[in-house]
């Protein structure tokens, strides 16, 4: 690990200056920074220790939402009644990732911010423009098994690995921040994150300095049946293959609302507008399930090996479906 | 910088890189804990921290200053033995060992979340989980004992939770080695 400044910061004000200067990052629960720090895959000169700050309550707000301060660790929030009493598809997607000591450390911002698990991005000895901007892509004719299959670029193709974020995504998350500046922005999670494109190191649209404060969840959807299915290597301790965070109203055996996001497919939690336009309105059926999918994976493209996660979302979209809608 | 390591105050100037880990192993002679992976995959580096368990091996000494910190060591020592060390010794929970200390500080975090009320991936209830087999490895998972002693570790673990002993699984003679 290379050395680096230590601060523990004394006010988020104060956080967000100190990390403003170049080379200076954030830690917060250290479980991904550390262990990328240690393979000096990240190295900054500077360490900015938010974890003191008073940012780990989660607050019920007038309008029926929930808002979760970014310190609030994941098994916290997958443990929380009024998480599991309205939005169930979050505390599903928490406890199906990581492990519980890792849960009991992870935060909600830090979780939102976790970097790819590509093996090449943690191959300092291979090329990977995400960790070295224009030294090329090692995944592209590569092994890229776990990669992705939309959204990618010809820089790019990894995922974001967090299940965490996908729920969000499916309940409208909005990002609550802190800039340099001393401006708060709310950043709606479909706008959080940026495509690979001609950058994949810029993974998000945070400003230097900017500190994520708090993440804010609407009112609960009423009515509504909520899933987390997620597909690995083994039953437990793994990253996604795919996934997938449903929330469903039927109204008899028709769709009334759907929001669908993914997992494993793309460098963001994926989310398609389609998808759900192809559900609502129409009966529950397997025919209907199947347009849903062709939506999906309309623009999907495999790199080799991973070419399998597009009948498996397939799959396992349908079978998410069956069981949110009880058809 | 200081921390509270077993009930006992420690005080110590260290490396701003120093893990929690290396700080008890290589500075202050605490060697229980180990280093499997250092890259928070394998648990063994597990310790309780204000209560909770997490992996020592993923978070630094300096962002624990002034926190309760328990080791193995601290659980309890011989002749006088935390139950869940007894459990792992009755039933043998362990053969080369490397990785029993943080199966044994994680078993005592993770019964303490269990008491809690806290669901589990392997829960179909999300409010009231009932710990059981399937549990018990879900909850565990972030442990990994490469000599695969799991099953004795699912015994001691539910000795201590007074679940019992297992029921036996009878398999029918054509069945073995099938
Ligand atoms: C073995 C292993 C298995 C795992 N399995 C899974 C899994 O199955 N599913 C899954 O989803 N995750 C998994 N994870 C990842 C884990 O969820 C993340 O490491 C964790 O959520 C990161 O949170 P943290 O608080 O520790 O972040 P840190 O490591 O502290 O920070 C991560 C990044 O976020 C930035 N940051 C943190 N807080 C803020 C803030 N408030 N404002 C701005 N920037 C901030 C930091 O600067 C850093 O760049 C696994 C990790 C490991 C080690
Ligand atoms: S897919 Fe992205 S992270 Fe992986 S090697 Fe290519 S550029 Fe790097
Ligand atoms: S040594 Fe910490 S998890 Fe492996
Ligand atoms: S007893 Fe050998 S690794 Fe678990």
Redesign the pocket.
């Known amino acids: 690990m290379k050395t680096f400044q230590y601060e523990r910061a004394a006010s988020a004000e104060t956080a967000t200056t100190d990390a403003a200067t170049p080379g200076a990052?954030?830690?917060?629960?250290?479980?991904?920074?550390?262990?990328l720090m240690k393979l000096q895959i990240e190295t900054p000169g500077k360490l900015v220790d938010?974890t003191r700050l008073p940012l780990g309550d989660i607050e019920s707000r007038d309008d029926g939402g929930l808002t979760i301060g970014?310190l609030v660790p994941?098994s916290d929030l997958a443990a929380e009644p009024r998480v599991i009493e309205g939005y169930e598809v979050l505390s599903r997607a928490l406890l199906a990732?990581?492990s519980g000591q890792?849960r009991n450390?992870?935060?909600t911002?830090?979780?939102l911010?976790?970097r790819t698990r590509c093996y090449y991005f943690y191959d300092t000895a291979t090329p990977c423009n995400k960790r070295e901007p224009g030294s090329g892509c090692s995944a592209i004719g590569g092994f890229n098994r776990i990669l992705a299959v939309l959204g990618t670029s010809d820089k790019c193709i990894a995922t974001h690995?967090?299940?965490?974020a996908v729920a969000m995504r499916a309940l409208d998350a909005t990002i609550v921040t802190l800039k340099a500046d001393g401006d708060r922005r709310r950043i709606a999670i479909a706008d959080f994150y940026r495509l690979p494109g001609e950058t994949p190191e810029i993974e998000t649209v945070?400003e230097p300095g900017e500190?994520?404060t708090a993440v804010e969840l609407p009112k609960p959807v009423e009515g509504a049946r909520h899933l987390y299915r997620k597909v690995r290597d083994r039953a437990s301790?793994?990253?996604a293959l795919v996934s997938v965070a449903g929330v469903v109203v039927m109204d008899g055996t028709t769709v009334k609302s759907a929001a669908l996001a993914f997992g494993g497919l793309g460098p963001m939690p994926w989310r398609n507008p389609a998808v759900e336009a192809a559900l609502v309105g129409k009966e529950a059926s397997d025919a209907t399930f199947a347009a849903a999918a062709d939506a999906l994976l309309a623009d999907a493209r495999g790199f080799g090996s991973n070419d399998f996660k597009i009948p498996l979302m397939r799959r396992t979209l349908i079978a998410s479906l069956r069981e949110l809608t009880g058809a | 910088m200081q921390w509270t390591i077993n009930g006992q105050r420690y005080v110590a100037e260290v490396d701003v890189r120093t893990s929690l880990l290396d700080l008890a192993r290589e500075h202050l002679g605490l060697t229980g804990s180990k280093k499997g992976c250092d890259?928070?995959?394998c648990g063994a580096c597990t310790m309780l921290v204000n209560g909770r368990r997490v992996n020592s091996c993923l978070t630094l000494a300096v962002m624990h200053d002034g926190d309760e910190i328990m080791t193995i060591e601290g659980l309890g020592q011989v002749g006088n033995l935390h139950a869940m060390q007894s459990a792992f010794v009755k039933h043998d929970g362990y053969q080369c060992g490397y990785c029993t200390p943080g199966q044994i500080c994680s078993a005592v975090g993770m019964l303490d979340e269990a008491k809690k009320g806290w669901a589990s991936h392997a829960s179909a209830s999300l409010t009231d989980a009932e710990l059981n087999d399937a549990e018990i490895s879900e909850r565990m998972s972030g442990n990994i004992c490469r000599c695969a002693a799991y099953p004795n570790i699912v015994d001691a673990i539910r000795e201590v939770a007074g679940l019992g002993d297992r029921e036996p699984v009878l398999v029918a003679a054509g069945e073995v080695g099938a």
């Open positions: 990052k954030f830690i917060a629960g250290g479980t991904n920074l550390l262990d938010i970014t994941n990732g990581a890792l450390k992870a935060t911002g830090g979780n911010l976790q690995p967090s299940d965490m945070l500190l994520i301790y793994a990253f | 890259h928070g995959q």
